[in-house]
């Protein structure tokens, strides 16, 4: 049976998850994901060439409302929750590296 | 007849005559929890300082003969998935250990607003992914029928704090089964409502199209009563039915009232697949509508076989997609470990999600990546319309379909938790009503050899809750498998 999936293959769909994932978790998740996989592909057993793609249960459409002014939040509310704040803002390592250096 | 042994509307009732105080059967709970929760672990949180300032001031309403709500003084368990703006708002994760909901979701508004006694917030699979509670990071739950299983999931929490007796009635939330399945395992009623029937402001975010509130009771009539508070349109909620379209109701009005020349649809084929004990308890079930009137339909449901596959496709991409928010910036968990921002983003994620959150969010991003997309997701999608239209022509011939909830009882603690490809095959009977969008409610119907509670699934079609209750009342009225508690946990 070929595999669904590879190690090299699981290391990028972490790197695009944002998952700093182990090397034993690599592992892990390569076999069990490709097992899952293996398993979606039933759903290949069905024709749906001619089937509209249904992403709501619903029929919705767009809601709107009128653009006024309300009140939100605020900020020590908004800021109260945060690992690191510095005054008004939310904290982060540097972005940017230093241009001088 | 103890206090924590009423149902919800028996205790709103005597409250309000007067003959039981609210703070009294806030006590009744408290101690419970003090004294059960230690074994059961339902709770993740509990708030006795404010349910019994709460309680007290209802009880203070009602000596002064002021207007009170509906749940007047009732002690209700929230699933820790909704957000409170009082205590902490965790998810079963660690990266929201810490949190502070700053404002109240909106069924935690009508509860409120409605009177009712918010006593504390409950276990659940971390970020509501999972069918035993086993995934919650923060705490274990056993199943108080039988400690040494699983209470279901992912509301297990609030579905064992119900069977405890640890509350009178509860929150949940289902995005493939999660208010269901637990329902079964712990012999309680629990009820998913149609997809938009109630406001999802508020409820931390799993599958989005897929997602609903709903309430775990003692009895058909507590969970109407629930639902009756808590539906309704909400500005809040783009996705919640405008009142035009589906109004919502009062669900205990007509609520006994039998359905007249009513007809059951069963799929015999996609029945089969539940253990012998369970076909059993479903087939004799059916049998007592028949005996009250009832007419039995064979439908053929061919696409059902198909709704796990693409359920945790659907619900894994939509997943990957709402939990991107937890990156360590804005609120959360964040490692101490990081040295740029980017490590801000993976090793707070790597270090505070859990495995079955990890394997989801992987499992989603590869369906949604490129080269994968049209295969996996868009596939899902059009399977998922091959669902839908499953139901809609079985609701065609006829009112309701009944089907088990689940194709086991409760199973061992540890049993599936290293196979995640089994733990979500145990879905089979109740990820497709989530895709479909319709209301499902689990109610008891028996149990198996070991004492384990059994569970009746019944599905209408949407924003027919009214119906659904009425139906699942017709059993419950000729039966008393309801009243049946679990023994030796006192």
């Known amino acids: ?101 | 007849m103890p206090v924590h042994d009423l149902t919800a509307m028996e205790l709103r009732d005597r409250i309000a005559a007067g003959q039981v105080s609210s703070v009294e059967a806030t006590r009744a709970v408290l101690d419970r929890i003090d004294r059960l929760d230690p074994v059961v672990g339902a709770y993740l949180s509990i708030l006795p300082e404010r349910a019994l300032e709460t309680a007290k001031e209802v009880d203070r309403k009602i000596a002064a003969g002021e207007p009170v709500g509906t749940l007047a003084g009732v002690p209700i368990a929230i699933k820790d998935v909704l957000c409170t703006s009082f205590g902490t708002t965790t998810c079963g994760s660690r990266i929201l250990q810490n949190f502070h909901s700053p404002y109240d979701a909106t069924v935690v508004r009508k509860l409120l607003d409605a009177d009712a006694i918010i006593v504390g917030k409950t276990n659940m699979d971390e970020f509501a992914m999972g069918s035993s509670t086993e995934n919650s990071g923060l705490r274990k739950t056993v199943n108080p029928w039988d400690t040494s299983r699983v209470p279901g999931g992912s509301s297990g929490g609030s579905t064992a704090a119900m069977a405890a007796r640890m509350c009178f009635a509860a929150l949940g939330s289902d995005t493939g089964g999660s208010i269901r399945q637990p329902a079964s395992f712990c012999g309680v009623v629990g009820l998913k409502p149609t997809y938009g029937r109630v406001s999802r402001y508020g409820l931390v975010a799993y599958g989005s199209s897929l997602d609903q509130i709903g309430p775990i009771a003692g009895t058909v009539a507590d969970a109407a009563l629930l639902l009756s508070v808590i539906a309704g349109h909400d500005p809040a909620d783009s996705t919640s039915v405008d009142e035009k379209a589906a109004p919502a109701g009062d669900y205990l009005a007509g609520l006994n009232e039998p359905v007249e020349g009513l007809k059951i649809g069963i799929a015999s084929a996609f029945n089969a697949g539940a253990e012998p004990a369970i076909q059993k308890a479903i087939g004799e079930a059916v049998d007592d509508y028949r005996e009250a009137g009832a007419e039995i339909v064979e439908v053929d449901m061919p696409h059902l076989d198909y709704a796990i596959a693409a359920y945790y496709v659907i619900a894994t991409a939509e997943a990957s997609s709402n939990l991107a928010r937890y990156d360590g910036v804005h609120y959360g968990y964040r490692s101490e470990n990081a040295n740029d921002y980017i490590e801000v983003y993976t090793k707070s994620r790597e270090e505070a999600f859990g495995k079955e959150v990890k394997r989801r969010i992987m499992l989603g991003t590869y369906a949604l990546s490129s080269g994968y997309y049209d295969a996996y997701y868009l596939k899902a999608l059009k399977v998922r319309n091959l669902i839908r239209g499953d139901f809609v022509r079985a609701f065609e011939r006829c009112d309701c379909l009944m089907m088990p909830a689940a194709p086991t009882t409760a199973f061992q603690i540890g049993e599936k938790v290293d196979d995640p490809l089994k733990m979500y095959l145990a879905d089979i009977y109740t990820v497709a009503v989530n895709l479909a969008g319709i209301p499902g409610i689990s109610i008891p119907c028996g149990f198996d050899a070991a004492g384990l509670p059994i569970g009746l699934q019944i599905l209408t079609p949407a924003f027919s809750e009214a119906k659904l209750l009425r139906i699942a009342r017709m059993y419950e009225a000729r039966t008393n498998w309801h009243t049946r508690k679990p023994v030796g946990l006192e």
């Open chain 1, 1 to 101: 049976m070929q595999q669904k999936i590879d190690a090299q293959q699981v290391r990028k769909v972490a790197k695009l998850a944002r998952l700093d994932l182990t090397e034993a978790e690599i592992e892990e998740f390569t076999g069990q994901l490709g097992a899952i996989l293996q398993y979606v592909e039933k759903m290949n057993e069905l024709e749906t060439a001619e089937v509209e793609p249904l992403a709501h249960c619903l029929p919705i459409h767009n809601v709107f409302r009128a653009d006024q002014v309300r009140e939100s939040l605020g900020t020590e509310k908004t800021l109260a929750n945060a690992p690191e704040r510095d005054g008004a803002f939310f904290k982060v390592p540097k972005i940017l590296e230093d241009s001088s250096s």
